[in-house]
């Protein structure tokens, strides 16, 4: 189904008092519908349920394109049909097949089970399942089935009911119970003639207690990556909710099948996958556009891969799909503190905290003064959850603070993270470091030990600090550019002060893909390296390095592991050698 079809609605968890409503209003809900026979059977209900059960699936709308069907949602199909001989089930559908923008059939989390309403036999079967989904359980949980399930949303004969709204209860489904829509020729997109149920993630996955006889936490699925408009499928549990990169737009001169390419980014197929999406990619590698990803099309992709300096894998990854936009896709927006399209510097002096969103301009924004006590500043990006941009920062007596971003450069009240942090010579936030869609931190202990602290997401961490590396009191500097090699994967640069400059490739779990590597020399003679972002607008991660004399030098990044053919041309105007404490923010 369209999300746009079922806007999300921000709702936390109910309170008794409407909870009560609620259950109240279960009756009058499911009159709405026209009742089941008496002797209409219903799925059965497993034994050994546990006391507890699931929450209402919250709104989490389909982000990915792995048409295949998952094994929770082909569980339910089947049991549906097995309880109702004579019906059949359909879920899975190619990526970008129909005219829906985004649909759960497309990552294989719904379910469209086929009974017709103007069937006698099968509307009442539809209506005992669906009745049988939202009813109370013995011990009085409301929709206990539907919750066990996993089911986030429902579309039946003309109505559709929402976890995320239950209140609401069954509420008519886009005009369909308007004269107009009455004929045989709405059937289908009236779903007059089957039952549409998408399903949380954890349902999906067949990790909910009606299959697996413990209470699933709720599941955010896969999360879109830096510069894809689609995300990669996952199976592990991700239960946090997805950080959201801006949408990658193609630039007003693209092609027509550039543009295409640029709106279905990140769409995975591999061999097997069929539709649109296919054609579009056969025609970019230069394969046959047949419309099926066939051997001959996996071996068309790996050449085009190795030819573009990809990892030959075969499928449409995601660094195989920034490849293949690159060309076409607009510059994206800057995720710096006032969100302007440029890379954005942060700057530290006689305790007066400046930004500057241009290296033509050393002089800068004034934020904030009275920072004198600040030994390091940190730019983590989204730290709390709320889509702003945040900072941290450390005081002289080994404080962590952090300040919450606005949205347009200025900060709301500190927060205490804690003491301690003055035993560090280094902190840094690569973002993303462990995978889990939340910004966390990384620090060199005066012995050389590198940690880890996961973020939360809420503007705290996770957990203590864990040592993830040694020897790294061998390096005067240490920063992160974000994703330099290209596999959507956050890493660590480092410079030792013999001039040599080291890549840390990071796995995405919080570790490393690969030990370090040297990817330059001779840079011994910079005063600061920073990670910029994006300068050169190729959407690739950049360096620059200040000179002793106050001139910025670009270091473009070639998207795997090193740098573009161009690099060390001054890029800035002005004269920055008074500038103290500089920080990138990506």
């Given at each position: ?380 990006g989204d730290f709390t959850g709320d889509a702003y941009p945040d900072l941290l920062s450390r005081t002289t007596d080994g404080h ?187």
């Amino acid at each position: 189904m369209s999300r746009t079809a079922h806007p999300r609605l921000s709702a936390g968890t109910l309170s008794a008092g409407v909870m009560v409503v609620v259950v109240a209003l279960v009756g009058a809900i499911l009159t709405t519908a026209p009742a089941a026979s008496a002797a209409t059977a219903v799925p059965p209900t497993p034994t050994g349920l546990p006391a507890g059960v699931e929450e209402l699936a919250s709104y989490v709308g389909a982000n990915s394109c792995d048409a295949s069907t998952k094994p929770g949602s082909a569980a339910l199909g089947a049991l549906l049909v097995r309880t109702y001989p004579g019906t059949s089930y359909g879920s899975a559908r190619a990526c970008a097949s129909d005219s829906l923008a985004t649909s759960e059939h497309y990552d294989g989390r719904a379910v469209d089970w086929m009974a017709n309403s103007r069937n006698a036999t099968q509307k009442a079967q539809a209506t005992a399942a669906v009745t049988w989904m939202l009813a109370k359980d013995k011990a009085g949980n409301p929709y206990a089935m539907a919750r066990r399930l996993g089911v986030m949303y429902l579309i039946w004969n003309n109505r559709t009911w929402s976890a995320y709204r239950p209140q609401e209860g069954w509420k008519e489904y886009n005009g369909c119970l308007s004269a107009a829509r009455a004929g045989t020729a709405y059937d289908t997109t009236c779903h007059r003639n089957h039952v549409h149920i998408s399903l949380s993630w954890a349902g999906a996955m067949k990790r909910t207690s009606y299959w697996s006889k413990k209470v699933a936490v709720p599941e955010y699925g896969p999360c879109r990556t830096w510069l894809t408009n689609w995300a990669s499928p996952r199976t592990s549990v991700n239960p946090a909710r997805c950080q959201e990169p801006p949408a990658v737009r193609a630039m007003p001169t693209a092609t027509s099948s550039g543009k295409r390419l640029v709106s279905i980014s990140g769409m995975y197929l591999k061999e097997g996958s069929t539709g649109p999406a296919v054609t579009s990619v056969q025609s970019a590698i230069g394969a046959s556009a047949t419309g099926t990803f066939s051997t001959a099309t996996v071996t068309a992709l790996t050449s085009w891969q190795k030819r573009n300096g990809v990892t030959a894998t075969g499928v449409t990854d995601a660094a195989t799909w920034r490849a293949l936009i690159r060309t076409y896709a607009a510059p994206p927006v800057s995720l710096g503190l006032d969100a302007r399209i440029d890379s954005d510097i942060l700057t530290l002096t006689d305790g007066r905290l400046t930004l500057s969103d241009t290296v033509a301009d050393p002089q800068g924004r004034l934020l904030a003064t009275g920072w004198s006590g600040v030994t390091a500043v940190v730019a983590p990006g989204d730290f709390t959850g709320d889509a702003y941009p945040d900072l941290l920062s450390r005081t002289t007596d080994g404080h962590l603070w952090l300040h919450p971003g606005t949205g347009n450069a200025t900060f709301g009240s500190p927060v205490d993270l804690g003491s301690g942090w003055n035993g560090y010579s280094t902190l840094l936030s690569p973002g993303d470091f462990t995978g889990d869609g939340r910004s966390d931190l990384v620090g060199v202990r005066s012995n050389g030990d590198l940690y880890l602290y996961r973020g939360n997401g809420a503007g705290r961490f996770s957990g203590p600090g864990t040592r993830i590396g040694t020897g790294w009191g061998a390096f005067d500097a240490v920063l992160s550019p974000g994703d330099f090699t290209g596999d959507a994967r956050a890493d660590i640069i480092a410079r030792r002060p013999d001039g040599t400059l080291w890549l840390y490739a990071g796995n995405g779990r919080g570790g490393w893909a690969a030990t370090g590597r040297t990817i330059g020399r001779g840079w011994q003679s910079f005063t600061t390296v920073l990670a910029a972002g994006d300068i050169n607008r190729d959407n690739l991660s950049d360096l620059m390095a200040l000179t002793s004399d106050g001139r910025w030098l670009a270091y473009p990044g070639s998207g795997r592991g090193g740098f573009g053919p161009v690099y060390g041309q001054q890029v800035s105007r002005g004269d920055w050698s008074a500038a103290g404490l500089v920080v990138g923010v990506r």
